[in-house]
């Protein structure tokens, strides 16, 4: 399978048009269909769907629009590393979200391009264990994390900041009068929780006894759309409190835990992994700048 394909298969899929996929391509309609039915011969599976003004894939074509994706962005990678003996080129980083994670990354890559003003940077925004498999599969080359997280086959440098967790809730509640929330407020409300098992066994820790009666009411990855729930009135998340810079969520408060619940941070990279002088270089350049001679 040559990758020409793939590129034509995932210019098809985004579009949902075979026409408008030809043109941006710059090649014929019935040349990209015939190369579609040729990749479908090939794999021995159906990959779209056909319909009079659009196409959409299959269960086959979606696995495969995912794998492609994958592929192209290897040997994107590939490309850009093969040869690669000076400072320049992109280094790929991988951020949880978190306004404190993207003042350390922001302020780190400010620092690093003033005296390599010819590397590039990719920057890709998603949870933990989103940043940690993209990274096992060599489509990021280093994540900011935030803990808990499980970082055992990964090195790592744990950063000083540390971010307070509680309770996002509606500006008119009652928990509002409150400077701190401590377990026993928050029994009987609806709230939305982090979905990552090891944050909910934090948070589980946290609670001691009372999280059996807790009343969960939605789970989050990220939480832009969990906030829209508290904004609702539909429930109170757990969740960081730099939540409170995010653009666009009005209306609310957050108030920390007591006893204080904290998260820090953390970038982490493959550690069987080499890296290009540059990528090297910039891992080097944050032991530097948080003195740090070894990994945690």
Known sequence: MELRMLRYFLTVAREENISRAADILHITQPTLSRQLMQLEEELGTQLF???????TLTEDGVLLSQRAEEILTLMDNLERDVGQNHISGTISIGSVESILASQILSNLIKTFYLKYSQVKFNLYTGNANDIREKIDKGLLDIGLLLTPVNIEKYDSIRLPQQERWGILMPNNAALTKKEYVMPDDVVGLPLIIPNRPVVQQEIANWFGNRYDNLQIFATYNLIYNAAALVQQHLGYAICLESVMEIRGIEN???R????????SCLFIWKNTKVFTPTTARFIQFMKE???????Y
């Not at 769907?49 to 196409?55: D, E, T, W």
Request: net charge positive.
């Open 256 to 263: 920390p835990f007591s006893p204080e619940y904290t998260s």
């Open 49 to 55: 769907l056909r319909g009079k003004r659009r196409v």
């Open 289 to 295: 700048t948080y003195e740090i001679d070894k990994f």
């Open 252 to 254: 609310t408060c957050f």
